[in-house]
Protein backbone atom coordinates (compact mmCIF):
# COMPACT_ATOMS: atom_id res chain seq x y z
CA UNK A 1 0.00 0.00 0.00
CA UNK A 2 1.56 3.77 -0.53
CA UNK A 3 -0.69 7.21 -0.32
CA UNK A 4 -3.40 7.12 -3.22
CA UNK A 5 -1.60 9.51 -5.13
CA UNK A 6 1.43 7.52 -5.70
CA UNK A 7 -0.37 5.23 -8.42
CA UNK A 8 0.83 4.25 -11.71
CA UNK A 9 -0.18 6.81 -14.44
CA UNK A 10 0.07 9.88 -11.85
CA UNK A 11 2.32 12.20 -13.05
CA UNK A 12 5.34 13.97 -10.58
CA UNK A 13 7.63 16.49 -11.09
CA UNK A 14 10.83 16.81 -8.68
CA UNK A 15 12.78 19.33 -8.58
CA UNK A 16 16.59 19.24 -8.00
CA UNK A 17 16.13 15.56 -9.51
CA UNK A 18 19.46 14.77 -11.39
CA UNK A 19 21.08 14.22 -8.04
CA UNK A 20 20.66 12.81 -4.34
CA UNK A 21 17.59 12.52 -2.58
CA UNK A 22 15.44 14.09 -5.89
CA UNK A 23 17.08 11.49 -8.16
CA UNK A 24 16.21 8.91 -6.06
CA UNK A 25 12.78 9.62 -5.91
CA UNK A 26 12.61 9.89 -9.22
CA UNK A 27 13.97 6.19 -10.17
CA UNK A 28 11.47 4.67 -7.34
CA UNK A 29 8.54 6.65 -8.33
CA UNK A 30 9.18 5.61 -12.34
CA UNK A 31 9.93 2.13 -10.68
CA UNK A 32 6.26 2.83 -9.50
CA UNK A 33 4.77 3.35 -12.48
CA UNK A 34 4.27 6.85 -12.36
CA UNK A 35 5.52 9.52 -15.08
CA UNK A 36 8.05 10.94 -13.97
CA UNK A 37 9.25 14.38 -14.58
CA UNK A 38 12.81 15.91 -14.09
CA UNK A 39 13.74 19.65 -13.70
CA UNK A 40 16.87 20.96 -12.33
CA UNK A 41 19.88 22.94 -14.11
CA UNK A 42 22.14 21.81 -16.27
CA UNK A 43 21.57 19.66 -19.62
CA UNK A 44 24.09 17.21 -19.49
CA UNK A 45 23.36 16.39 -15.88
CA UNK A 46 19.61 16.13 -17.18
CA UNK A 47 20.32 13.86 -19.97
CA UNK A 48 22.14 11.43 -17.22
CA UNK A 49 19.30 11.63 -15.13
CA UNK A 50 16.88 10.63 -17.27
CA UNK A 51 18.28 7.66 -18.46
CA UNK A 52 18.98 6.49 -15.08
CA UNK A 53 15.19 6.66 -14.08
CA UNK A 54 14.55 5.36 -17.59
CA UNK A 55 16.79 2.17 -17.19
CA UNK A 56 14.80 1.35 -13.76
CA UNK A 57 11.56 2.67 -14.70
CA UNK A 58 8.28 0.63 -15.15
CA UNK A 59 7.10 1.76 -18.80
CA UNK A 60 11.03 2.50 -19.81
CA UNK A 61 11.44 5.85 -21.48
CA UNK A 62 8.20 6.62 -22.31
CA UNK A 63 7.05 8.07 -18.69
CA UNK A 64 10.26 10.19 -18.09
CA UNK A 65 10.54 14.05 -19.15
CA UNK A 66 13.74 15.98 -18.38
CA UNK A 67 12.69 20.17 -18.41
CA UNK A 68 16.07 22.66 -17.84
CA UNK A 69 14.76 24.35 -14.87
CA UNK A 70 15.88 27.10 -12.83
CA UNK A 71 13.55 27.17 -9.61
CA UNK A 72 14.58 30.57 -8.56
CA UNK A 73 13.03 32.19 -12.20
CA UNK A 74 9.29 32.26 -11.83
CA UNK A 75 9.67 32.31 -15.49
CA UNK A 76 11.23 28.88 -15.77
CA UNK A 77 8.42 27.27 -13.31
CA UNK A 78 6.16 28.68 -15.44
CA UNK A 79 7.22 27.03 -18.53
CA UNK A 80 7.57 23.80 -16.89
CA UNK A 81 4.28 23.65 -15.79
CA UNK A 82 2.96 24.07 -19.35
CA UNK A 83 5.53 21.55 -20.29
CA UNK A 84 3.60 19.09 -17.94
CA UNK A 85 0.72 20.09 -18.60
CA UNK A 86 1.18 19.71 -22.38
CA UNK A 87 3.03 15.93 -22.14
CA UNK A 88 1.11 14.60 -19.13
CA UNK A 89 -2.20 16.11 -19.33
CA UNK A 90 -1.09 17.98 -15.49
CA UNK A 91 0.35 17.62 -12.41
CA UNK A 92 -0.36 15.37 -9.29
CA UNK A 93 2.87 15.42 -7.20
CA UNK A 94 5.05 18.67 -6.75
CA UNK A 95 8.05 18.11 -4.67
CA UNK A 96 10.00 20.99 -4.01
CA UNK A 97 13.39 19.58 -3.44
CA UNK A 98 15.86 21.76 -5.34
CA UNK A 99 18.36 23.56 -3.01
CA UNK A 100 22.10 24.82 -2.81
CA UNK A 101 24.65 24.98 0.30
CA UNK A 102 27.75 27.10 -0.57
CA UNK A 103 28.15 28.12 2.99
CA UNK A 104 27.46 31.57 4.46
CA UNK A 105 28.30 34.22 6.56
CA UNK A 106 26.40 35.83 9.00
CA UNK A 107 27.68 39.38 8.21
CA UNK A 108 28.68 38.39 4.68
CA UNK A 109 27.39 41.45 2.06
CA UNK A 110 28.49 38.82 -1.04
CA UNK A 111 25.68 37.55 -2.96
CA UNK A 112 25.73 34.38 -1.43
CA UNK A 113 22.42 35.65 0.73
CA UNK A 114 20.89 36.37 -2.20
CA UNK A 115 21.19 32.82 -4.41
CA UNK A 116 20.54 30.73 -1.05
CA UNK A 117 17.17 32.39 -0.69
CA UNK A 118 16.37 32.47 -4.09
CA UNK A 119 16.81 29.19 -4.89
CA UNK A 120 16.19 27.42 -0.95
CA UNK A 121 13.18 29.61 -0.15
CA UNK A 122 11.64 31.15 -3.41
CA UNK A 123 12.51 28.39 -5.64
CA UNK A 124 10.19 26.29 -2.99
CA UNK A 125 7.18 29.30 -3.14
CA UNK A 126 7.49 29.92 -6.54
CA UNK A 127 6.81 26.29 -7.65
CA UNK A 128 3.77 25.88 -5.26
CA UNK A 129 2.16 29.27 -6.46
CA UNK A 130 3.00 27.80 -10.33
CA UNK A 131 1.42 24.70 -9.16
CA UNK A 132 -0.78 24.54 -6.75
CA UNK A 133 -3.55 26.43 -8.94
CA UNK A 134 -4.00 23.88 -11.31
CA UNK A 135 -3.58 21.21 -9.12
CA UNK A 136 -6.15 22.29 -6.63
CA UNK A 137 -8.77 21.83 -9.85
CA UNK A 138 -7.41 18.30 -10.46
CA UNK A 139 -9.78 15.34 -9.00
CA UNK A 140 -7.25 14.44 -7.09
CA UNK A 141 -5.51 12.77 -4.76
CA UNK A 142 -2.31 15.59 -5.03
CA UNK A 143 0.61 16.06 -2.93
CA UNK A 144 3.25 18.75 -2.87
CA UNK A 145 5.95 17.79 -0.38
CA UNK A 146 8.71 20.78 0.14
CA UNK A 147 12.23 19.37 1.23
CA UNK A 148 13.04 21.15 4.32
CA UNK A 149 16.07 20.57 6.94
CA UNK A 150 16.68 20.08 10.64
CA UNK A 151 18.78 22.97 10.58
CA UNK A 152 15.48 24.86 9.70
CA UNK A 153 14.05 24.17 13.54
CA UNK A 154 17.27 24.30 15.02
CA UNK A 155 19.08 26.68 13.37
CA UNK A 156 22.43 25.86 14.17
CA UNK A 157 25.17 28.31 14.33
CA UNK A 158 27.75 27.94 11.07
CA UNK A 159 25.21 28.51 7.80
CA UNK A 160 23.15 31.22 8.66
CA UNK A 161 21.88 31.69 5.30
CA UNK A 162 20.67 27.64 4.75
CA UNK A 163 18.66 28.23 7.95
CA UNK A 164 16.94 31.31 7.78
CA UNK A 165 15.84 29.48 4.26
CA UNK A 166 15.00 26.24 5.65
CA UNK A 167 13.35 27.68 8.54
CA UNK A 168 11.27 29.83 5.56
CA UNK A 169 9.95 26.60 4.13
CA UNK A 170 8.86 25.28 7.20
CA UNK A 171 6.36 28.29 8.08
CA UNK A 172 5.73 28.43 4.27
CA UNK A 173 4.62 24.42 4.03
CA UNK A 174 2.88 24.65 7.28
CA UNK A 175 1.12 27.67 6.06
CA UNK A 176 0.07 26.15 2.78
CA UNK A 177 -1.01 22.58 4.45
CA UNK A 178 -3.34 25.00 6.75
CA UNK A 179 -4.95 26.84 3.27
CA UNK A 180 -5.54 23.33 1.53
CA UNK A 181 -7.01 22.03 4.15
CA UNK A 182 -9.48 24.93 4.96
CA UNK A 183 -10.36 24.83 0.62
CA UNK A 184 -13.57 23.36 0.33
CA UNK A 185 -13.07 20.13 -2.49
CA UNK A 186 -9.53 20.33 -1.80
CA UNK A 187 -7.81 16.84 -2.40
CA UNK A 188 -4.85 17.96 -2.24
CA UNK A 189 -2.21 17.98 0.75
CA UNK A 190 1.22 19.44 1.44
CA UNK A 191 4.02 17.56 3.48
CA UNK A 192 7.47 18.36 5.08
CA UNK A 193 10.41 16.66 4.32
CA UNK A 194 12.83 16.71 6.73
CA UNK A 195 15.99 14.45 5.96
CA UNK A 196 18.96 14.16 8.25
CA UNK A 197 22.73 13.70 7.55
CA UNK A 198 22.16 11.85 3.83
CA UNK A 199 25.80 11.07 1.64
CA UNK A 200 24.83 13.37 -1.40
CA UNK A 201 26.91 15.93 -3.05
CA UNK A 202 25.62 18.58 -1.57
CA UNK A 203 26.68 17.60 2.19
CA UNK A 204 29.73 15.70 1.21
CA UNK A 205 31.02 17.60 -1.83
CA UNK A 206 34.03 15.70 -3.44
CA UNK A 207 33.78 12.53 -0.73
CA UNK A 208 33.56 9.23 -2.19
CA UNK A 209 32.84 6.88 0.92
CA UNK A 210 29.63 6.95 2.58
CA UNK A 211 29.88 8.32 5.60
CA UNK A 212 29.06 6.04 8.99
CA UNK A 213 26.21 8.08 10.15
CA UNK A 214 24.89 8.79 6.50
CA UNK A 215 21.92 7.89 5.19
CA UNK A 216 21.32 6.66 0.91
CA UNK A 217 19.24 8.93 -0.42
CA UNK A 218 16.84 6.18 -1.04
CA UNK A 219 16.72 5.21 2.21
CA UNK A 220 14.87 8.89 2.57
CA UNK A 221 12.62 7.81 -0.63
CA UNK A 222 11.86 5.04 1.37
CA UNK A 223 11.01 6.80 4.67
CA UNK A 224 9.00 9.60 2.61
CA UNK A 225 6.82 6.63 0.96
CA UNK A 226 6.39 5.00 3.54
CA UNK A 227 5.22 8.58 6.02
CA UNK A 228 2.87 9.78 3.28
CA UNK A 229 0.94 6.31 2.88
CA UNK A 230 0.53 7.19 7.03
CA UNK A 231 -0.75 10.73 6.19
CA UNK A 232 1.97 12.46 8.21
CA UNK A 233 2.87 16.12 7.47
CA UNK A 234 6.20 16.26 9.07
CA UNK A 235 8.32 13.54 7.60
CA UNK A 236 11.15 13.52 10.24
CA UNK A 237 13.65 11.47 9.03
CA UNK A 238 16.43 9.98 11.16
CA UNK A 239 19.96 8.74 9.84
CA UNK A 240 22.76 6.44 11.40
CA UNK A 241 23.67 8.60 14.18
CA UNK A 242 20.72 10.67 14.81
CA UNK A 243 17.27 8.79 15.64
CA UNK A 244 13.71 10.81 16.50
CA UNK A 245 13.78 10.85 20.96
CA UNK A 246 17.79 12.81 20.24
CA UNK A 247 15.39 15.37 17.60
CA UNK A 248 12.42 15.45 19.52
CA UNK A 249 14.88 16.73 22.81
CA UNK A 250 17.25 18.79 20.27
CA UNK A 251 13.42 20.56 19.30
CA UNK A 252 12.07 21.18 22.76
CA UNK A 253 15.17 22.22 23.79
CA UNK A 254 15.48 25.45 21.67
CA UNK A 255 11.75 25.58 21.91
CA UNK A 256 12.77 26.31 25.55
CA UNK A 257 15.01 29.08 24.60
CA UNK A 258 12.06 31.25 24.57
CA UNK A 259 9.89 29.74 27.24
CA UNK A 260 12.82 30.05 29.56
CA UNK A 261 14.01 33.32 28.25
CA UNK A 262 17.26 31.97 27.74
CA UNK A 263 19.94 33.37 24.73
CA UNK A 264 19.24 32.71 21.21
CA UNK A 265 20.96 28.94 20.54
CA UNK A 266 21.74 28.23 24.25
CA UNK A 267 22.65 24.33 23.06
CA UNK A 268 25.94 26.30 21.66
CA UNK A 269 26.48 28.76 24.40
CA UNK A 270 29.28 27.49 27.11
CA UNK A 271 26.97 28.55 29.91
CA UNK A 272 24.84 25.84 28.89
CA UNK A 273 26.45 23.19 28.15
CA UNK A 274 26.15 21.08 31.21
CA UNK A 275 22.62 21.55 31.40
CA UNK A 276 22.43 20.56 27.79
CA UNK A 277 24.39 17.31 27.94
CA UNK A 278 22.39 16.93 31.14
CA UNK A 279 18.80 17.13 29.05
CA UNK A 280 20.08 14.64 26.80
CA UNK A 281 21.86 12.40 29.42
CA UNK A 282 18.84 9.56 28.75
CA UNK A 283 19.42 9.53 24.74
N1 LIG B 1 22.00 15.82 2.02
C1 LIG B 1 21.63 16.16 3.24
O1 LIG B 1 22.28 15.79 4.26
C2 LIG B 1 20.41 17.00 3.43
C3 LIG B 1 19.96 17.23 4.74
C4 LIG B 1 18.83 18.00 4.93
C5 LIG B 1 18.15 18.51 3.85
N2 LIG B 1 18.60 18.28 2.58
C6 LIG B 1 17.83 18.85 1.47
O2 LIG B 1 17.52 17.83 0.54
C7 LIG B 1 17.29 18.43 -0.74
C8 LIG B 1 18.03 17.66 -1.80
O3 LIG B 1 19.42 17.84 -1.61
P1 LIG B 1 20.47 16.66 -1.84
O4 LIG B 1 21.12 16.41 -0.54
O5 LIG B 1 19.83 15.56 -2.57
O6 LIG B 1 21.55 17.46 -2.71
P2 LIG B 1 22.02 17.34 -4.23
O7 LIG B 1 23.04 18.39 -4.40
O8 LIG B 1 22.36 15.94 -4.55
O9 LIG B 1 20.70 17.74 -5.04
C9 LIG B 1 20.24 19.06 -5.13
C10 LIG B 1 19.85 19.31 -6.57
O10 LIG B 1 19.29 20.62 -6.67
C11 LIG B 1 19.71 21.15 -7.91
N3 LIG B 1 19.63 22.61 -7.96
C12 LIG B 1 20.44 23.51 -7.36
N4 LIG B 1 20.08 24.76 -7.69
C13 LIG B 1 19.01 24.64 -8.51
C14 LIG B 1 18.19 25.57 -9.17
N5 LIG B 1 18.40 26.89 -9.07
N6 LIG B 1 17.16 25.12 -9.93
C15 LIG B 1 16.95 23.77 -10.05
N7 LIG B 1 17.70 22.84 -9.44
C16 LIG B 1 18.72 23.27 -8.68
C17 LIG B 1 21.16 20.68 -8.05
O11 LIG B 1 21.59 20.79 -9.41
C18 LIG B 1 21.05 19.25 -7.55
O12 LIG B 1 20.81 18.34 -8.60
C19 LIG B 1 17.71 19.89 -0.60
O13 LIG B 1 16.55 20.67 -0.40
C20 LIG B 1 18.55 19.89 0.66
O14 LIG B 1 18.58 21.15 1.27
C21 LIG B 1 19.71 17.52 2.34
Redesign the pocket.
Known amino acids: MTHPALSSGSTAVI?????????ATAVQFAKMGLNVVI????AD?LAQAVKTVAATSAKGADNVMAHE????KMD?LIALEAAVQQRFGGTDILMN?????PGSDMLNKSQTWQRIL???LH?VINGCHVFAPNMLKRKGPCLIIN?????GITTPPGDPA?NVA?SGVISFTEALQHEFRNTDGANISAHL????????????PGRTELPDD?WL?EQITEFMIASLEKGDFYILCPDNDVKRPLDELRMRWAADDIIKNRPPLSRWHPDYADAYADFIKDI
Open positions: TGSASGIGLADIGRTDVSDNAAVQDVNGTGSKQYKLIPGFVYTPLSCAP
